[in-house]
Nanobody, 124 residues
Framework: QVQLVESGGGLVQAGGSLRLSCAAS????????MGWFRQAPGKERDFVAA????????KYADSVKGRGIISRDNAKNTVTLQMNNLKPEDTAVYYC?????????????????WGQGTQVTVSS
């Protein structure tokens, strides 16, 4: 079983940056594709970014391309999401997820483990 815990959320002004971290425990996720999703109040959970097991392949939602960077440290069992030039529409709960299936995925259906989320609020 894998437990995922996100951290790094908070309140930031538009144009600012945040670095979200996801720490895995229970077992290593070094061989698992990982992803970040977000959910704003009253909306569905949306894909933000994903990374393959090696860190060599990444995928981004159009809404964060050029502003978000996903990376991982398999030795530390962590995944991070650096978000720059934040906008009020980035306000949401951000979730980390891990998949047991080889690949890079933007659909939440491909992920097997989820964290509890961390709140990101961007003020205008």
């Amino acid at each position: 079983q894998v437990q995922l815990v996100e951290s790094g959320g908070g309140l930031v002004q538009a144009g600012g940056s945040l670095r979200l971290s996801c720490a895995a425990s229970g077992r290593t996720v070094s061989g698992y594709p990982m992803g970040w999703f977000r959910q704003a109040p009253g909306k569905e959970r949306d894909f933000v970014a994903a990374i393959d097991w090696s860190g060599g392949v990444t995928k981004y939602a159009d809404s964060v391309k050029g502003r978000g960077i996903i990376s991982r440290d398999n030795a530390k069992n962590t995944v991070t999401l650096q978000m720059n030039n934040l906008k009020p529409e980035d306000t949401a709960v951000y979730y980390c997820a891990a998949s047991r299936t080889f690949g890079v995925y933007s659909s939440s259906r491909n992920y097997d483990y989820w964290g509890q989320g961390t709140q990101v609020t961007v003020s205008s």
